[in-house]
């Protein structure tokens, strides 16, 4: 038997593995599975765990109330873009697009403000048409949102369509800026149907 104190402590508040408690207690991991159950202690999902894995001291990110005027509106300003502009059908991320280098200004801010999510812990993908110099283009957004060119994945290159409003309107293409926090992509979407708002995604 193992005493479900011995669990809680190892696979609960230690936060290690199944197979790191069965090590820990020098048993098989079928034994610590049968016993999280006999004592009714949650199992971890595979993304839980992965996450557990890669975030040992805790979450990278931690939620900061709104003390001033000026954070309460930046944290419903932030809300209101991930929910208009944002793509919450990837669980896995944050992930936010828009051709206005303000706006994505602004829900940068957001995060850093609100979660202290680093401007360097954030990546960003381009997409723009194939008329535009992809690389100027890298140049603008990196000196318009103040991040590293480094930060940028790979550009992705979309046949032009002609002379239109929408080619001036696209002249530096769409930014996406991705943060890849299971956690964190939860906690705004769960704000959001606290709120009353829709989460569904047409993407």
């Known amino acids: 038997m193992i005493p479900k104190k011995v669990l809680e402590k190892l696979y609960v508040n230690e936060k290690k593995s199944m197979q790191e408690t069965a090590d820990a207690l020098g048993c098989s991991l079928h034994k610590v599975q049968y016993w999280l159950g006999k004592h009714e202690i949650l199992s971890r999902s595979r993304n839980e765990a992965m996450y557990v894995k890669y975030n040992p001291t805790g979450d990278p990110f931690e939620f900061s109330t709104p003390k001033t005027l000026s954070d309460s509106f930046l944290f419903g300003l932030g809300l209101g873009l991930y929910w208009g502009e944002g793509t919450k059908m990837d669980k896995n991320a944050v992930r936010l697009g828009n051709s206005d280098p303000a706006l994505i200004r602004s829900f940068n801010n957001f995060l850093h403000t609100c979660y202290g999510v680093k401007k360097e812990e954030l990546t960003f993908a381009l997409q723009v048409f194939s008329d535009i110099n992809p690389q100027k283009t890298v140049d603008f957004w990196s000196k318009e949102i103040g991040v590293h060119k480094s930060q940028f994945r790979k550009t992705i290159i979309t046949p032009s369509r002609g002379k239109g409003t929408y080619r001036k ?13 299971t956690k964190l992509r939860n906690a705004l979407v769960r704000e959001l149907e606290t709120l009353g708002l829709k989460t569904r995604s047409p993407m």
């Open 169 to 181: 309107k696209l002249e530096h293409g769409v930014l996406t800026v991705y943060f890849c926090n």
